[in-house]
């Protein structure tokens, strides 16, 4: 085999010319150069790909959830502040529902645990507004307000933990009340709002913060 560029014999298997280095074989007509080459870029074998799923926005879900607490805080408040519901007084011999409003004039720890526990759930309401609008809105009004608080980088711990733990002192204070030898118990509204509260506690440390 003679190199077709400067005449060199070559042997029969070399593939270049060891003289002037020119192939001396070409390639299979089939065969590829560029492997990695699309010679038509519009072509799509896959026509209609499934949509990539959109990312979970927490966000969101956290702004709804502290617009919905703090609606909820926000009528507890008021009801207790008021006394706009029942409550139960009873012994081992009898139990009755009473409007909380009707045991104001005579129950002082009554009215004591009604109104710090309608601040606490008023002021929470506020808190939880005003995250809420800020996860989902973007307002900067929480920022504004209350950077300045404890735990305020903690939000929800911030308003799920002073209506638990108002819920609670609430319970303590209407232990310490008695109405005619009969004790008087908080209304299941109250039992709700701790577990509420205590439920956001939970939700920031265990989802919120590994978040982070």
Same mark, same amino acid.
Do not use: H
């Given at each position: 085999?003679?190199?077709? /560029?400067?005449?060199? +014999? ?6 270049? !010319? ?7 074989? +070409?390639?299979?007509? /089939? ?6 080459? @699309? ?20 966000? +969101? ?29 009873? @012994? ?21 645990? /009604?109104?710090?526990?309608? $601040?606490?759930? $008023? ?12 996860? %989902?809105?973007? %307002? ?32 303590? $204070? ?18 709700? %709002? ?7 506690? !939970?939700?920031? %440390? ?7």
């Amino acid at each position: 085999m003679f190199c077709r /560029n400067c005449g060199n +014999q070559c042997g029969d298997t070399d593939n270049v !010319c060891s003289r002037c280095g020119t192939q001396l074989r +070409q390639p299979p007509v /089939n065969a590829d150069p560029n492997p990695g080459y @699309n010679p038509n870029p519009g072509y799509n074998p896959n026509p209609n790909p499934r949509p990539a799923a959109a990312p979970v926005d927490l966000k +969101q879900y956290v702004g709804i959830g502290m617009l919905v607490f703090g609606g909820l805080a926000l009528i507890m408040g008021i009801l207790n502040l008021f006394g706009l519901y029942s409550v139960t007084i009873g @012994n081992s011999y009898f139990d009755m529902s009473v409007s909380v409003s009707d045991l104001y004039d005579g129950a002082t720890m009554v009215l004591i645990a /009604n109104i710090l526990y309608g $601040l606490i759930l $008023l002021a929470s309401a506020a808190v939880a507004a005003l995250y809420g609008l800020k996860d %989902m809105k973007n %307002m900067p009004y929480y920022d504004q307000f209350l950077s300045k608080l404890p735990l305020a980088n903690k939000p929800l711990t911030l308003a799920g933990g002073a209506v638990a733990a108002g819920g609670v002192l609430q319970f303590i $204070l209407y232990l310490t009340e008695s109405e005619g030898g009969a004790s008087i118990s908080v209304s299941w509204m109250t039992w709700v %709002m701790i577990i509420l509260g205590a439920g956001l506690v !939970c939700v920031d %440390m265990l989802v919120i913060n590994k978040k982070k």
